[in-house]
C-alpha cells in the first residue's frame, strides 16, 4: 500500500536560510507526488506535483523538490526561508483509488 | 473564479444531532472527497467519489454518510455526531483521479 513519511513534525529555520521538508514515499508502482502548503485558517495550496519526466519539480513561491526514485524521496527545498513561508506542509502520493495519501505534515517556523 | 465552498466553516454541535456539511464546486469536476485533518495524523479521506451517483468509503468512514447527486455537490452527513467526530474537515475535488486537488477553506467542527 501506498504511504508518505514526513521527518520532522515542526522545522525551524531563520529567515534567508535553506529550507529542507523531507519526504519519503512508499509505493510498489511509479507514484505521483505532490507538496501542498497550509496556511493558518485556510485550506490546502498545491506547491507542486510529480507525475513523470523531470525529476527536478518547481514549484510555487520559490519551492522545488526532487524525485529520488533510487532513495524513495521526495525533499522539498526554498534556497531562501522568508517569513511568510511560515506554515505547515503536507507531503502526498496519489492512492490505487485516485486518492491522496497524506504525511503527517511538517510545520514550518521562519525565524527573523 | 475557480472554487470549492463549504459551508458552515465553523459549527458546535451536541452529541446525536444530525447535521449536514454542505460541499459545492465549479469547475465541473468529476471527482470529490473529504478528508479530515487531525492533530499530529495529517489528513485522512473518509469517502469520495468518482462522478454522480457513484461513492465509495475512503480509510475512515465510519460514522459518515455522503450523497452525489448533482456533479457540483457533495455533501457530508453525520446522522448521529460522537465527540470523536471532531475534527478540521476538507472537501476537495479534481478534474479526475490524480490530478490537481482543489481544496476548501474547511469546516471546524466540535461536538460536545
Known amino acids: 500500500a501506498q504511504s508518505v513519511t514526513q521527518l520532522g513534525s515542526h522545522v525551524s529555520v531563520s529567515e534567508g536560510a535553506l529550507v529542507l521538508l523531507r519526504c519519503n514515499y512508499s509505493?510498489?508502482?511509479?507514484?505521483?507526488l505532490f507538496w501542498y502548503v497550509q496556511y493558518p485558517n485556510q485550506g490546502l495550496q498545491l506547491l507542486l506535483k510529480?507525475?513523470?519526466?523531470?525529476?527536478l519539480v518547481k514549484g510555487i513561491n520559490g519551492f522545488e523538490a526532487e524525485f529520488k526514485k533510487s532513495e524513495t524521496s521526495f525533499h522539498l527545498t526554498k534556497p531562501s526561508a522568508h517569513m511568510s513561508d511560515a506554515a505547515e506542509y503536507f507531503c502526498?502520493?496519489?492512492?490505487?483509488?485516485?486518492?491522496?495519501?497524506f504525511g503527517k505534515g511538517t510545520k514550518l517556523s521562519v525565524k527573523p | 473564479e475557480a472554487q470549492v465552498t463549504q459551508n458552515p466553516r465553523y459549527l458546535i454541535t451536541v452529541t446525536g444531532k444530525k447535521l449536514t456539511v454542505t460541499c459545492s464546486q465549479n469547475?465541473?469536476?468529476?471527482?470529490m472527497s473529504w478528508y479530515r485533518q487531525d492533530p499530529g495524523l495529517g489528513l485522512r479521506q473518509i469517502y469520495y467519489?468518482?462522478?454522480?451517483?457513484?461513492?465509495d468509503k475512503g480509510d475512515v468512514p465510519e460514522g459518515y454518510k455522503v450523497s452525489r447527486k448533482e456533479k457540483r455537490n457533495f455533501p457530508l452527513i453525520l446522522e448521529s455526531p460522537s465527540p470523536n467526530q471532531t475534527s478540521l474537515y476538507f472537501c476537495?475535488?479534481?478534474?479526475?483521479?490524480?490530478?490537481?486537488?482543489?481544496f476548501g477553506q474547511g469546516t471546524r467542527l466540535t461536538v460536545v
Open positions: 467519489s468518482m462522478n454522480v451517483e457513484v461513492t
Open positions: 469547475m465541473n469536476h468529476e471527482y
Open positions: 502526498a502520493t496519489g492512492g490505487s483509488q485516485g486518492n491522496l495519501i
Open positions: 476537495a475535488s479534481s478534474l479526475s483521479k490524480m490530478v490537481t486537488a482543489f
Open positions: 510529480y507525475t513523470t519526466g523531470a525529476t
Open positions: 509505493s510498489s508502482v511509479p507514484p505521483y
